[in-house]
Antibody, heavy 118, light 106 residues
Framework: EVQLVESGGGLVQPGGSLRLSCAAS????????MSWVRQAPGKGLEWVSV???????YYADSVKGRFTISRDNSKNTLYLQMNNLRAEDTALYYC????????????WGQGTLVTVSS | EIVLTQSPGTLSLSPGERATLSCRAS???????LAWYQQKPGQAPRLLIY???SRATGIPDRFSGSGSGTDFTLTISRLEPEDFAVYYC???????FGPGTKVDIK
């Protein structure tokens, strides 16, 4: 069974930084598209970023220039470096296996909570 | 930039009834890139449909997807108690999600 386990969330002050990690089992991070999706409390889903199997990266406008997605193939782990955090970044962050086949967000972790507050 | 609109916002139905959920895109999108997800409280979303009409692994056949261009539909033929949840459509290529439709018990 595929497992995606996120870690690294927590309470951080506005302007601060956090790095989220997603340890993958039974799925190879480097061979798949991997994404981060977030969900603010009581709100809907918001796509944040994707790293394609070929290494190309893409970001939502709301995080561009502040967040960086990366992966460590040797550790089979996905990362999200989040800098200059804002209150509106407060959310549950999900790591997702997001393709290329099927073309859908097929496997989700349980999420890690990021709270940005002074 | 594509905008996805889902309707209705809330759908109140009884078990056994048919549910029809709509997802409309602000511009034509490839049906290859339209997906649907189910999310229950306290759980991560689950992929139901990809490519507008293909069921994901393990999804019961009471769930079906259809549509093309700008108008897509998720149909649940007969609601089971476990189907009451929030449903999101997604334009897979851009990652964008719709705002969701909540299906609750009437």
């Amino acid at each position: 069974e595929v497992q995606l386990v996120e870690s690294g969330g927590g309470l951080v002050q506005p302007g601060g930084s956090l790095r989220l990690s997603c340890a993958a089992s039974r799925v190879t991070v480097s061979s798949n598209h991997m994404s981060w999706v977030r969900q603010a409390p009581g709100k809907g889903l918001e796509w944040v970023s994707v790293i394609h199997s070929g290494g190309n990266t893409y970001y939502a406008d709301s995080v561009k220039g502040r967040f960086t997605i990366s992966r460590d193939n040797s550790k089979n782990t996905l990362y999200l470096q989040m800098n200059n955090l804002r209150a509106e970044d407060t959310a549950l962050y999900y790591c997702v296996k997001s393709g290329p086949e099927p073309p859908g967000y097929e496997y989700w972790g349980q999420g890690t909570l990021v709270t940005v507050s002074s | 930039e594509i905008v996805l609109t889902q309707s209705p916002g809330t759908l109140s139905l009884s078990p056994g009834e048919r549910a029809t959920l709509s997802c409309r895109a602000s511009q034509s999108v490839s049906s290859s890139y339209l997906a649907w997800y189910q999310q229950k409280p306290g759980q991560a979303p689950r992929l139901l449909i990809y490519g507008a009409s293909s069921r994901a692994t393990g999804i019961p056949d009471r769930f079906s997807g259809s549509g093309s261009g700008t108008d897509f539909t998720l149909t649940i033929s007969r609601l089971e108690p476990e189907d009451f949840a929030v449903y999101y459509c997604q334009h897979y290529f851009s990652g964008l999600f719709g705002p969701g439709t909540k299906v609750d018990i009437k």
